[in-house]
């Protein structure tokens, strides 16, 4: 139907739309899509992880500017990415959606087959969910269930003074994708550097397969993704785990668009970079001892970059390392 909507489509014929593009699920869902619950089969020895999360138009993303597609599997990676922080295997997936009425269904079917593509593929069937309408804003909710043997469950608050801090990738990607998109550039006209971080922004990836090798390797006293930016990270980890920190500034691996931008902004790179969210990287506390093991876990599981910025401190402030000059690590991201 040309011109179709959500509300012409109907409620009942929506949850069919999702349903055959799901299709059957593994073995270890027992009742999937169609039913008043999912029900999944719990893996036997493991400890169930769940994580959940929201995308608000207007908040997380910008219909004007970003397609659907890119918001289906944005609302599923960054549930994805709480899972690899803790170490755990992802094993089913829920999708909730609060729907404009006006909402087109080429642009609902983009967003459920994007979401369900990345489910798929990251071993999180989708198994079910809710719809419903909403006279305001688009908003896409995801819930991600996964499973991990108790002894390697990763968490904030296995740090202590004298944790080495190591990063995964590159920090600011996400913040100069949005900085990007906020100034209308024409897609067309970007540089390399401003395409990935325009897709990094858009179409994140969770670091599962890192960080469950990680947590397989007991490699990693703790461990926290950058959903916030890094700077909310080391905060929560240090926090978390009764330590301060101190971030060496001149370690940070910055995308290579962020000094344009930031230039752009009117900011410090650094400051720029550590102050943005939505990079989902991950930050870990390695134990001195543990090095060489976690080294080698990460290097031979991912390929990833991987970079030592700082440590966890026995003093309770939590600062970054300017050249040599100690001041304190700013915020990151707060949605109040």
Not at 113 to 126: K, Q, T
Not at 214 to 240: E, F, H, K, T
Not at 274 to 303: M, W
Not at 311 to 325: H, I, N
Request: proline letters at 6%; charged letters at 20%.
């Amino acid at each position: 139907m040309r011109n179709a909507t959500v509300a012409s489509a109907g409620e009942h014929a929506l949850i069919e739309r999702v349903r055959q593009r799901a299709g059957a699920p593994p073995a270890w869902v027992t009742v999937g899509i169609g039913d008043d619950a999912a029900v999944v089969e719990p893996e036997r020895g493991a400890s169930i992880v769940v994580t959940t999360d929201s995308l608000v138009d207007g908040v997380h993303f910008r219909r004007a500017w970003t397609p659907l597609a890119a918001v289906g599997h944005k609302a599923l990676a960054v549930s994805l990415s709480d899972l690899a922080a803790m170490g755990a295997t992802p094993r089913a997936s829920l999708l909730s959606l609060a729907l404009p009425a006006d909402l087109p269904l080429a642009d609902f079917d983009a967003l459920v087959d994007a979401f369900v593509a990345l489910a798929n593929r990251s071993g999180a069937p989708l198994v079910g969910g809710n719809l419903t309408r909403t006279t305001g804003p688009l908003v896409v909710d995801s819930t991600a269930f996964g499973s991990v043997r108790p002894r390697r469950l990763m968490r904030r608050s296995g740090g202590r003074p004298g944790d080495e801090l190591y990063l995964t990738g590159t920090i600011g990607a996400a913040t100069a994708g949005l900085a990007v998109l906020e100034a209308g550039a024409d897609r067309a006209a970007l540089s390399a550097e401003e395409v990935e971080a325009v897709e990094r922004y858009e179409r994140p990836e969770a670091r599962l397969r890192c960080g469950t090798s990680v947590a397989r390797a007991r490699a990693a006293a703790a461990c926290i993704d950058l959903s916030d930016g890094l700077a909310d990270a080391v905060r929560q980890l240090a926090m978390a785990s009764g330590t301060g920190a101190v971030v060496l500034a001149d370690t940070l691996p910055l995308h290579p668009a962020v000094p344009a931008w930031a230039e752009r902004a009117g900011r410090n790179a650094v400051d720029f970079a550590i102050a943005g969210g939505e990079d989902y990287e991950l930050l870990f506390a390695v134990r001195p001892k543990q090095r060489r093991a976690f080294l080698t876990t990460v290097r031979r599981c991912s390929g990833l970059p991987l970079t030592k910025i700082g440590r966890l401190t026995a003093e309770p402030d939590v600062q970054l390392d300017r050249g040599g000059t100690l001041e304190p690590l700013a915020s990151g991201f707060t949605h109040f």
